[in-house]
């Protein structure tokens, strides 16, 4: 019981020391898996974990990553976070 504890412990303080952009890559991984699945209830708590992200590190995140995170567009956010400079131009203007 006592072990028990302790690894839960140990992942909880794992999870909160873990940089949020890590996070952040790891759920939008997650989500695109879901999308390709089909799973509803996978994306669905991907968005969510997503939208939980950006109101906790609006402040800090990068204002290129609040943008993608804001307008949905995870497959760019996950680019801006594997460091591609390319980043498709979308409907709201972006890079020329």
Do not use: N, W
Not at 19 to 43: C, H, N, Q, T, Y
């Amino acid at each position: 019981m006592l072990q028990s504890r302790f690894t839960t412990a140990a992942v909880a303080l794992v999870c909160v020391f873990r940089p949020m952009e890590e996070r952040i890559k790891e759920s939008l991984i997650a989500l695109m898996e879901g999308i390709g699945r089909a799973d509803g209830d996978a994306v669905a708590g991907q968005m969510a974990l997503l939208d939980g992200y950006l109101q906790q590190g609006r402040g800090t995140l990068h204002p290129q990553l609040v943008h993608f995170l804001e307008r949905r567009s995870y497959p760019k956010a996950l680019m801006f976070l594997g460091g591609e400079t390319d980043i498709p131009v979308g409907s709201c203007g972006g890079r020329r």
